[in-house]
């Protein structure tokens, strides 16, 4: 199975301020079709996870621009440019490449 | 508005068997690829398995090794997860989810005796 490695295990930033979270895959994302499966998920405290990002860098419909998604092969980062409230949870990144989809073991986000 | 319900969830002895039930809305359930998720208490979250559009084809984590059955009704909009033979370590919140995109409330199932 591919092995998603996310860092830091935990984050605490305040308000208005940057975040990233890295993630990094065992083997490249890059499918035969030439795309890259690779997805953000947050999960909020109670709730359900929600994808936020899709192939890389592809906000899902309703999440504001202050995410973002970038990277390539094996190397991806989430970067959130001003934290809000909102925010926190734990962040999960999810490749869907190959078989069988994995997920990292996440990241969570606090408020410093 | 798209909606996923399960149910089904409970107390289960181990060795014993269970069946999950997802209700689809909002969208056309028989249009989509449905994979089950679970999340371990304090864990990360483990694909479990998928199934295609009518039902023909199923794909499953090596982990479950046989045990569980995913199956789907489309005129009733539901997704199943046959769980048997379930052990300690089947012991999560299981959701049903499209494409990662939307994911239900999530269902507990407790394996001990």
């Known amino acids: 199975d591919v092995v998603m490695t996310q860092t830091p295990v935990s984050l605490s930033v305040a308000i208005g301020q940057p975040a990233s979270i890295s993630c990094k895959s065992s083997?490249?994302?890059?499918?035969?079709?030439?795309?890259?499966?690779l997805n953000w998920l947050l999960q909020r405290p109670g709730q359900s996870p929600k994808r936020l990002i899709y192939?890389?860098?592809k906000l899902d419909s309703g999440i504001p621009d202050r995410f973002s998604g970038s990277g390539s092969e094996t190397d991806f980062t989430l970067k959130i440019s001003r934290v809000e409230a909102d925010d926190l949870g734990v962040y999960y990144c999810?490749?869907?490449?190959?078989?069988?989809?994995?997920f990292g073991a996440g990241t969570k986000l606090e408020l410093k | 508005e798209v909606q996923l319900v399960e149910s089904g969830g409970s107390l289960v002895q181990p060795g014993g068997s269970l069946k999950l039930s997802c209700v689809a809305s909002?969208?056309?359930?028989?249009?989509?690829?449905m994979d089950w998720v679970r999340q371990t208490p304090g864990k990360s979250l483990e694909w479990i398995g998928e199934?295609?559009?009518?039902?023909?084809?199923?794909n499953y984590a090596p982990s479950i090794k046989d045990r569980f059955t995913i199956s789907r009704d489309n005129a009733k909009s539901t997704l199943y997860l046959q769980m048997s033979n379930v052990k300690s370590d089947d012991t999560a919140i299981y959701y049903c989810?499209?494409?990662?995109?939307?994911w239900g409330q999530g269902v507990m199932v407790t394996v001990s005796s």
């Open positions: 989810t499209i494409n990662w995109a939307y």
């Open positions: 909002g969208f056309t359930f028989s249009n989509y690829w």
């Open positions: 199934i295609n559009t009518d039902g023909s084809k199923t």
């Open positions: 083997q490249s994302l890059v499918g035969t079709s030439g795309k890259t499966y």
């Open positions: 192939l890389v860098s």
């Open positions: 999810l490749q869907g490449t190959h078989f069988p989809d994995t």
